[in-house]
């Protein structure tokens, strides 16, 4: 039923860190590329980070140096760990494939304010 499932989002002040998990079924994660992606109020959803099979990264220019993707292949899940955290980066965060995205997850908030 349920494909993708985010936890870790939480309430942190500027300059914290969190760390995001995202649990796949098997038969999606498998020889697929990931990603995170992130929708802020009133914004188009937007990619953050990607990971792919064989552990090649990119990130979005606003994120480059504060946020790091990882992967667990035995596990089926994905990582995002956010440090220096911004109040910009206010949003729900996504998790997906990346060459075929399947339907939405509900996400995870994450909200940076003093």
């Known amino acids: 039923q349920v494909q993708l499932v985010e936890s870790g989002g939480g309430l942190v002040q500027p300059g914290g860190s969190l760390r995001l998990s995202c649990v796949a079924s098997?038969?999606?994660?498998?020889?697929?590329?990931m990603a995170w992606y992130r929708q802020a109020p009133g914004k188009q959803r937007a990619l953050v980070a990607a990971i792919s099979n064989g552990g090649s990264t990119t990130y979005a220019d606003s994120v480059k140096g504060r946020f790091t993707i990882s992967r667990d292949n035995a596990n089926n899940t994905v990582y995002l760990q956010m440090n220096s955290l911004k109040a910009e980066d206010t949003a729900v965060y996504f998790c997906?494939?990346?060459?075929?995205?399947?339907?939405w997850g509900q996400g995870t908030q994450v909200t940076v304010s003093s």
């Open positions: 997906n494939t990346v060459l075929r995205p399947r339907a």
């Open positions: 098997g038969s999606i994660f498998r020889n697929n590329a």
